[in-house]
């Protein structure tokens, strides 16, 4: 029998499935804007030598380099060793809230965090992702929002596009991936309810 001519890009499936392996060479090369790759590159460069590695009384010094870098963050926010922030200008940050020791915020897209909110050590906020419909992969960078009095416990995964609602707790090595209700307590992979947070305690002779 004459011999066929063997085609890289197409090779026969595993016994465990049908159809042939496409390579795909369709995906984007330069998903952000030109103007946009010197400011990535510079901001890589200061993150390393000059924000990262600092130890804790620097949170002034980590605050002015993201600031510099376009993130709208208060003053009174508290920003630890380690936190590794992707896109500063695509941060912003509420009154005396805290990214704590070895947190990951991968912003590609616009990430906001209330006021008295606590992302604790080594999470990550994963706010970019790509298109699986479509076989060239788009990257898809959509918004995130965490409110106000959350608490992140460590080593979270907060998913592309989540919103997570006042005063509610994503408890640790959670992995939530949506929406989670105010005052709400969830935990596990995925993130299910535990229960409603309880209301803050006033105290006695204070404020009606």
């Known amino acids: 029998m004459p011999e066929t001519e063997h085609d890289p890009e197409q090779e026969a499936a595993p016994e465990n499935g049908g159809g042939v392996f ?11 804007a030109k103007s946009e790759y010197a400011r990535r ?12 590695w600092p130890p804790g009384r620097f949170a002034g010094w980590r605050r002015f380099w993201l600031k510099r870098f376009g993130a709208r963050i208060d003053p ?13 200008w695509l941060l912003e940050m509420g009154a005396y809230s805290t990214l704590a020791d070895g947190v990951e915020v991968y912003n590609l897209g ?16 994963c706010n970019g992702t790509h298109d699986y419909t479509d076989p060239s992969l788009p990257l898809l960078r959509p ?11 460590a080593e979270a995964f907060v998913g592309p596009g989540a919103r ?14 949506g929406k989670v209700e105010p005052r709400a307590i ?23």
């Open 110 to 125: 616009p990430v906001k965090i209330g006021a008295h909110t606590v992302v604790s050590q080594r999470a990550h906020l």
């Open 143 to 153: 918004s995130m929002e965490i409110g106000s009095g959350v608490w992140v416990c």
């Open 22 to 32: 496409q390579r795909l060479d369709t995906c984007a090369a330069f998903p952000y």
């Open 164 to 177: 997570i609602g006042d005063n509610a707790i994503v408890g640790a090595r959670a992995v939530v991936n």
């Open 41 to 52: 590159l510079l901001w890589v460069i200061v993150d390393a030598l000059l924000v990262r």
């Open 186 to 208: 969830v935990a596990g992979n995925p993130a299910k309810f535990v229960k409603v947070r309880p209301a803050p305690v006033r105290a006695a002779g204070g404020a009606s």
């Open 76 to 88: 009174t926010c508290n920003i630890r060793p380690g936190v590794r922030v992707r896109h500063p």
